[in-house]
DNA sequence: TTGAAAGCGCTACCAG
DNA sequence: CTGGTAGCGCTTTCAA
């Protein structure tokens, strides 16, 4: 096994019959060498097996070529997509991803970003993982271009790329009310939760706007079997009497045509169970889904649903780091940018 | 805006009045230094806020401080699961994590070793894609630790941690044996399709290990509307002139009192159309998953399932790295070593 | 177009 | 315990 130490380019220089020099700038992209040379060079790069040290470039250039990147501890699918975008998008400028996981606590989340500071990445791109955490500790640590992606985006003296969530709503709320849907409700969300509040308001909202009712939130654990027991509950308060003959679910007294779920699971829970209690999904009642979870998969969908663009997200934020670094190659020079993408809705068989 | 260089060693010994070296060994976990030039440097490196520059310190020392972990590009909970073990494992050991996916074709691949190289990484951990990719080459091309971790491990020059899904298999039809099942069937198994058809091979394996009978792999898609669908398809078989007046389910004119799906999602579709066709699960039939695939969740289950231990294996892969990293410093000397992890099996309400 | 040489900031060796 | 100093491997002026 050959121990001997890895070779440089000296070592390159020397078997090709230049200097160092010549050799740097054949890496480099040989600009401004002969053709003769540079053959000579990259021939003894390819016999030597020589690489690259980026460290020393690194050193020399003051610049690593590298992008740290900071998530919540959340194991969901989402953030597999948003990591797989960014370091897709990374690599197609030739950087490198350091990914790292804020701890809890504020404190511990600035040493995060002092660590990575320490490996002098060029770059930060920031996934917020609470409102709680404070955005500001860490722009104010930063020496380097920071972005940050996710659902909440806090102050506003760095680039961000968020969701627009309300508008997305408003998007299913009205495919739905295209469909003919008249009276909606929610399942899966509580009112308890601030987030999921949020949401309540905004089909409520949607639905104000559009002429049409808001009749209740149900609640429901946020997962299948919530939407297997709503679906019973649903079932279960059926009025024979009704204008339908009991086709039409009724909440409260009210009919209901359109049931907005908190995501896939539930809906697909919900839709299985109405169908086998003899609820015509679309045709008596409309199901819609606001958080899609089944990551990259085909376009015949059974739930109508929200699709987050977490993929173009990722991408979004490499580019606006990759524009930051470009221009002032190492500050907040101008206005911050903030990009806004929606999801965007997938029409399925649970819907008109 | 303060727009000079940052400050460096220099400066600290400048400012507490030692010289450079001392000020490094401060840094380096104060060895050898009076406690009086010690808090010097300290109070130095706070008032200037001096930042450690690992790029620097890596030239000097050949030491990046830095793992590279290649991943393939499946945008799956697991992988979530292992990145965030893997970071968390390095986190404590005070190294970085730089991530990289592999690209589609094997010589692509060797290039996302090299980059990884280039950048003097100091081990590697590689989760394998497919059984196409030849991890040989990872492996030839490497001049540092490897690992790899993953439900496919290749070859045996390197260490590795892996999965045992047989012997977890064996566990989950040893479990609804013990609960009383005596024929069973798999449901959302393909037998065309490689990997499954190894799965449907280790619950024949485990039937005949035990004398209960395997009956059947009944089709499904691998998802919630395979189950569903599956569910329906065995309620519409059921014989009101079978031994029990019609409650059980019969496949091929056979009784089938267990059924062992492809994961949670297939098993829950499957128990919810069941339990509302009148047939009682786990009474009538049992019913297990082989593949958990809610991360994280709390431990009143409705499914019977295998958790896969993705932490626990990122854990693992991290040690056995660092373990290689401190022994040798860079070489494969001695054996590989190989771990074997078994997936847990979560009871549920849906076995006995 | 080319080469010589000066460092980038740090660690580690050696002498005191 | 401390300080001087020689590089780690590369990029980048500056002259030629």
């Known amino acids: 096994m050959n121990q001997t130490t890895e070779p440089t ?5 020397q078997r090709a019959g230049v200097s160092i020099a010549t050799a740097s700038r054949v890496l480099s992209g040989a600009q401004h060498v002969s053709e003769s040379r540079s053959r000579a060079v990259r021939k003894a790069i390819a016999d030597l097996g020589y ?3 980026a460290v020393a470039s690194a050193l020399r250039s003051q610049r690593t070529e590298t992008v740290g990147l900071i998530l919540p501890r959340y194991t969901t699918g989402f953030l597999s997509a948003l990591i797989e975008s960014v370091s897709a998008a990374l690599d ?3 950087l490198s991803l350091v990914l790292r996981y804020s701890a809890e606590g504020d404190d511990h989340d600035v040493e995060t970003v002092e660590s990575l500071l320490n490996r002098r990445v060029d770059g930060l791109i920031v996934c917020p993982p609470s409102e709680d955490v404070s955005r500001d500790a860490i722009a104010a640590a930063a020496r380097v271009p920071v972005v940050q992606v996710g659902r909440h985006i806090f102050g506003d003296g760095t680039d961000s790329v968020g969701l627009d969530d309300n508008r997305a ?3 299913l709320v009205g495919s739905l009310a295209d469909g003919g849907a008249r009276s909606f409700a929610t399942v899966g ?8 509040a949020r949401r309540i308001a905004a089909v409520r909202a949607s639905c104000d706007s559009r002429g049409t009712a808001f009749v209740a939130a149900l609640p429901a654990d946020a997962v299948l079997a919530g939407g297997v027991a709503a679906a019973n509950r649903l079932l279960a308060s059926r009025d024979p009497a009704g204008p339908d003959g009991g086709a039409g679910l009724v909440v409260d ?3 209901v045509d359109a049931i907005v779920c908190a995501n896939d699971d539930v809906a697909h829970g919900l839709v299985t169970v109405l169908r086998l209690g003899d609820v015509a999904v679309p045709d008596d009642v409309q ?9 990259g998969e085909g376009d015949d969908r059974d739930i109508t649903t929200l699709r ?3 993929p173009a997200m990722g991408r979004e934020a490499v580019r606006l780091l990759l524009d930051a670094l470009g221009s002032t190659g190492g500050g907040d020079a101008g206005g911050a940018r903030r990009v806004t993408l929606a999801p965007r809705l997938l029409k399925g068989r649970s819907s008109r």
Chains 1, 2 share one sequence.
Do not use: K, M, Q
């Open 308 to 310: 987050h663009p977490w």
């Open 51 to 53: 690489r690259h040290n």
């Open 169 to 171: 709503t408003d998007l």
């Open 92 to 94: 197609d400028a030739g």
């Open 189 to 196: 969300l509580s009112p308890a939760d601030h987030a999921d």
């Open 287 to 295: 199901v819609a889904s606001l958080l899609d979870v089944s990551f």
């Open 9 to 13: 380019l000296v070592d390159v220089a």
């Open 253 to 255: 007294g009210r009919r």
